[in-house]
């Protein structure tokens, strides 16, 4: 057999392989009770609750922030990151959450926020004038 061969077969090996990998992340969003039912690694999407407390000490523990958030069924839980606050964290419009729960928190390891678009003010002002 030639080597061209084998070497383009590893190649498509590897990228299915890849794709089969990147496939685990590319799952829908669930919600808290849906995490607590499985035993595995989900992404919750919600709102932060703002009336609830957030701790972050980053003098006793940077690693360790908690806050909570409501799901798209409405139910709040508590989200415990063991990372710094991200910055303008309060100004997040959603927040998406990677982990899973333990122990009746939820434990994130990742988390990506969505904030308010700085251009939203200005497209107000452009459609007002438009319309």
Do not use: H, W
């Amino acid at each position: 057999m030639k080597r061209i061969y084998i070497i383009a077969g590893l190649m498509l090996a590897a990228a299915i392989a890849l794709l089969m990998n990147s496939a685990k992340d590319m799952g829908t969003y669930s919600t808290f009770a849906q995490a607590e039912s499985k035993n595995r690694t989900v992404k919750i999407a919600g709102q932060l609750v703002k009336d609830k407390p957030m701790v972050y000490d980053p003098i006793k523990d940077p690693n360790y922030f908690s806050f909570y958030i409501k799901d798209t069924d409405g139910k709040e839980q508590k989200v415990v990151l063991l990372k710094s606050k991200p910055q303008d964290f309060e100004l997040s419009e959603q927040i998406v959450v990677t982990g899973q729960m333990n122990n009746g928190e939820f434990l994130a390891k990742d988390m990506l926020l969505k904030c308010p678009s700085k251009y939203k003010d200005e497209e107000i002002a452009i459609r007002n004038k438009q319309g």
